[in-house]
C-alpha cells in the first residue's frame, strides 16, 4: 500500500491487533522519509532482546511505498512488539513545506514522544539502528534517573563496516569535542528519557538551532544534561556516517589518531571486499591456514570487522585453538548481531565443549529473537 497526501493519514497499526491501553515498558520514536535503511532500522528494534512490551511508532515525514516495511513487521514481529505508523497526511517539516523549522522531521518527534503509551521514549533515526541489547541495557541504567544514553560504534555507510567506538562526539554531558561549546552531547538515536521528567520540553524536537533547519538536538540537549542521567557504557547503537562525514576534521584526525585509513581512502575498501572473498573461498575449500592470513590482513586495516573476526574465529577454532575461536566469535557477535547463522555456530561448539547449558541459552535467544518468539 502506497500513502498517499491527504487520503491514508494518522494512524495505522502494523502488527496484528493486541492490547494497546495497558502502558508499554518503553516507546520507540523513529521518524522517516521511507529510506531504504529504515528497514534496517526497525528489524533492529523487532530483534531487540527485551522480555517488555514495546511500542514502536513510525512517524512518516513524505510519504512512500510501505509494502516492504508491511511484509516485514508482518512476518517478524514478535508478540510483545506493537508497531504502528503515524502519517498526518501532510509534512510537518519546513524542508517539505511544512511549518516546523526542523527540516529533519518538523514535528514528528514532538507529536509522538506525546503520544507515547509508556514511562520511557527511545528515539531512532532511520539510518541507523541498534544491537539486540539497546533497550534492555538502557532500561536498567534510566532506573532512579530522568534519562539514560549508551554508546555508539561510527559505521561507513556505503560499505555497512563498523569503523570504531565513537570516543569523542556522542559521549555524554560535559566530554568530547562538544564540551566547551555545547557542555556535551548525545545523539537521537543514544538517547533514553522518561516521559514525566522531560514533559514540558518535547516540543524542542521540532525546532532548529541553525540556519539549515538542523540543531534540535543540541536544543534537547541542552535541557537534558541539566537533569539527572545515567550512561549504559554500552555499545549498543550504530551510527552511519556518509563518506563526506568522515572527511570532517574532527573525525578525520580521530581516525588518523587510531590508524583507520581506509575510511579516508575509499580505494581501499575494494582491496578488503575481495580481501574477505578470498578468505571465504578459501574458507568453503577448507583451507584455514590461507583464512587465517586473509583475515588477519583485512583485520589489521579494519580491526572492527566482523566478518573477517568471525572467519578468523572459524580458523582458529579448526586449528585446535577453540578458547580463541570461541573468543573471537563472541567479539564478532558484540559488533554485528543482526543473523541468527553465528549465534548457531557459537553454540554448536559450546556443545562440543561441554557447554550446554550455555549453549541452551544462546538456542532460545535465537528463538526469541529471530523466530518471533
Not at 515498558?25 to 529510506?35: E, F, I, P, Y
Not at 554448536?348 to 541459552?361: I, K, M, R, W
Request: some cysteine.
Amino acid at each position: 500500500m502506497t500513502l498517499a497526501p491527504a487520503t491514508d493519514s494518522c494512524f495505522r497499526r502494523l502488527s496484528p491487533p493486541r492490547d494497546a491501553q495497558t502502558p508499554y515498558a518503553v516507546t520507540v520514536v523513529l521518524q522517516t522519509t521511507g529510506r531504504p535503511s529504515l528497514l534496517r532500522a526497525v528489524r533492529s528494534v523487532l530483534q531487540q532482546d527485551l522480555a517488555e512490551r514495546v511500542q514502536l511508532l513510525i512517524g512518516v515525514d513524505t510519504p512512500f511505498d510501505t509494502a516492504e516495511l508491511e511484509v516485514l513487521v508482518t512476518a517478524r514481529c514478535p508478540p510483545r512488539v506493537d508497531v504502528s505508523l503515524f502519517y498526518p497526511g501532510y509534512s510537518t517539516s519546513r524542508r517539505h513545506g511544512g511549518l516546523s523549522p526542523n527540516f529533519y522531521g518538523g514535528a514528528l518527534r514532538t507529536i509522538l514522544s506525546y503520544t507515547a503509551n509508556s514511562p520511557y521514549v527511545a528515539y531512532l533515526d532511520d539510518d541507523d539502528w541498534w544491537g539486540a541489547n539497546h533497550l534492555a541495557t538502557l532500561l536498567q541504567a534510566v532506573a532512579g534517573k530522568a534519562w539514560a544514553f549508551s554508546r555508539r560504534w561510527l559505521v561507513d555507510e556505503e560499505s555497512g563496516w563498523p569503523i570504531c567506538p565513537d570516543e569523542w562526539d556522542s559521549v555524554g554531558p560535559g566530554k568530547g569535542i562538544n564540551a566547551e561549546r555545547f557542555g556535551g552531547f548525545v545523539s537521537p538515536s543514544n538517547l533514553l528519557i522518561s516521559r514525566e521528567a522531560f514533559h514540558l520540553f518535547f516540543p524542542l524536537w521540532s525546532l532548529a538551532a541553525f540556519d539549515d533547519g538542523s540543531g534540535e538536538d543540541r536544543l534537547v540537549f541542552n535541557e537534558l544534561r541539566q537533569l539527572p542521567w545515567a550512561d549504559s557504557e554500552t555499545l549498543s547503537c550504530f551510527y552511519s556516517l556518509r563518506p563526506a562525514q568522515q572527511q570532517d576534521l574532527h573525525h578525520r584526525r580521530e581516525f588518523e589518531r587510531r590508524g583507520l585509513l581506509w575510511p579516508l581512502q575509499r580505494d581501499l575498501i575494494g582491496e578488503m571486499t575481495a580481501q574477505e572473498a578470498t578468505a571465504r573461498r578459501a574458507a568453503a575449500a577448507g583451507a584455514w591456514t590461507e583464512v587465517r592470513q586473509q583475515a588477519q590482513a583485512l583485520l589489521a586495516r579494519a580491526p572492527h570487522h566482523a566478518g573477517a573476526l568471525e572467519l578468523l574465529a572459524e580458523a582458529e577454532w579448526q586449528a585446535g585453538r577453540r578458547e580463541e575461536g570461541i573468543d573471537l566469535l563472541c567479539q564478532s557477535l558484540a559488533i554485528d548481531d543482526r543473523e541468527p547463522a553465528p549465534y548457531l555456530l557459537l553454540a554448536e561448539h559450546l556443545q562440543a565443549l561441554g557447554a550446554t547449558t550455555e549453549a541452551a541459552h544462546i538456542q532460545d535467544l535465537v528463538a526469541r529473537r529471530f523466530n518471533g518468539g
